[in-house]
């Protein structure tokens, strides 16, 4: 079965709930999506467009926000970008729930993510609780981060990039970090040619080159689309911006926003004895550290029809 793109939101809302048994906690899209736009809401920030996309049957799903401030509305936005609030979720047990504040580029909605990939939840326990905290953490962060991927693109801007110089970036996306595939290599060739956008950046331009690779990763799967545009920036920022001195290293982890009730919270849990399934989570948990996610038993159980269409990319 071919995999969807962009769908309504309709057809993320009526995806069938799952049930993996009495120690899964189900995080809804509805959930996700009513408490999303409630806390926007509720922090003077209005959604001017919304997007989703998700493969068959709604199983992994993601939204995409674009929104701006009530109080500020200069500041959630420049020549070149607007402010942007992402999710994704999954009912397969394929990834676990994840969110993150961004930027997306007005000239063709291309995503950056930068700083920490808030938030990986286990769909176990009072997880349809916590990812509340989670997504109000990095809502509180919006204006640092929107502020850090401001400057990494007026840094980009000031960058010449030869064509053998952004050649060698995608061969090391490609054959050392993971960070492309052969196809989105042929997009990012033929935008190089001839752009699909006008980013007022000539094609030598860092710039330019960044959007090129961003336009790409619009087909990649929604379970992996936070990720890899996260680690994208991460891999400029290392080997464009910091490698030629242009910024220091300033990474945001909203993690570390977290008021004085949900610490009182975390230190009650910390005097409860671990159970049995708590082990079971902290030695998974350590997996994921050493090998990575598809490390997990959790993979074992995503059907097949999952896997192969995870495995090419999206149509656009």
Known sequence: ?????????????????????????????????????????NSGFIVTHEYYRANGHAQVAQGIYHIKSIHNPENSKDNDLGMMFAWTN?????????????????????????????????????????????ISNQIKNAQKAFDRIKKDKDALRT?????????????????????????????????????????????????????????????VHPRSWLSDTKNFHDFMTANVLKGMGIIPVDTINTNNVVDQNQSNAILDLEEIPPTMEDTYDLVEEQQIEEFGENSTNEEIHIQKEDIEESNYDFEL
């Open 1 to 41: 079965m071919k995999s969807k793109t962009y769908v309504e939101k309709s057809y993320v809302l009526n995806a069938p709930l799952p049930n993996h048994g009495s120690t899964y906690t189900v995080i809804s899209h509805k959930q996700v999506i009513d408490t999303t736009k409630q806390m926007l809401a």
């Open 90 to 134: 999954s009912y397969d047990k394929s990834i676990r729930f994840q969110c993150a504040l961004g930027a997306y580029v007005m000239a063709c909605a291309n995503g950056m993510v930068c700083g920490e990939l808030n938030y990986a939840r286990k769909h176990t326990g009072a997880a349809d609780q916590e990812i509340k905290m989670q």
């Open 159 to 219: 960058i010449i990039l030869s064509e053998k110089e952004q050649a060698e970036l995608l061969g090391r996306m490609f054959f050392n970090e993971d960070l492309i595939s052969a196809r989105q290599m042929s997009t990012v060739k033929d935008e190089m040619e001839k752009p699909s956008f006008d980013y007022n950046a000539d094609q030598d331009n860092a710039w330019a080159f960044y959007n090129h690779v961003t336009h790409a990763y619009k087909s």
